[in-house]
């Protein structure tokens, strides 16, 4: 009966323990990589950054054309709260 369970011990430790720890960390690794959709996903979002931003130059320009010291009035309306928010939030993408 001792055998038993020195037998059952050991096999767990050396046997089924590694095995476990060996397979949840290939796993892991797996999962951890980017799939063709998830690639695809991100060359989209790209895309649409860059567009959108191409888009806020246009503005910008448009505005600026109308009213030369819009900037200063928007600053004036940031709170500075809102401003840090976003600062970080830049950060964060980035």
Same mark, same amino acid.
């Given at each position: +009966?001792h055998?038993?369970?020195?037998?059952?011990? =050991?096999?767990?430790?050396?046997?089924?323990l590694?095995?476990?720890? =060996?397979?949840?960390?290939?796993?892991?690794?797996?999962?951890?990589?980017l799939t063709?959709?998830?690639?695809?996903? =991100?060359?989209?979002?790209?895309?649409?950054?860059? /567009?959108?931003?191409e /888009? +806020?130059?246009? =503005?910008?320009?448009?505005?600026?054309?109308?009213?030369?010291?819009w900037r200063?009035?928007?600053?004036?309306? !940031?709170?500075?709260?809102r401003?840090?928010?976003?600062?970080?939030?830049? !950060?964060?993408?980035?």
């Amino acid at each position: +009966m001792h055998f038993l369970q020195s037998l059952f011990a =050991l096999t767990l430790i050396f046997v089924v323990l590694p095995w476990l720890v =060996l397979h949840y960390t290939t796993q892991w690794k797996n999962g951890a990589t980017l799939t063709r959709e998830d690639e695809q996903l =991100l060359d989209d979002l790209y895309a649409l950054g860059h /567009r959108l931003e191409e /888009r +806020m130059g246009a =503005l910008e320009r448009i505005v600026t054309d109308e009213d030369p010291a819009w900037r200063s009035i928007a600053a004036d309306h !940031r709170t500075p709260i809102r401003e840090t928010q976003d600062k970080e939030g830049l !950060r964060r993408i980035r």
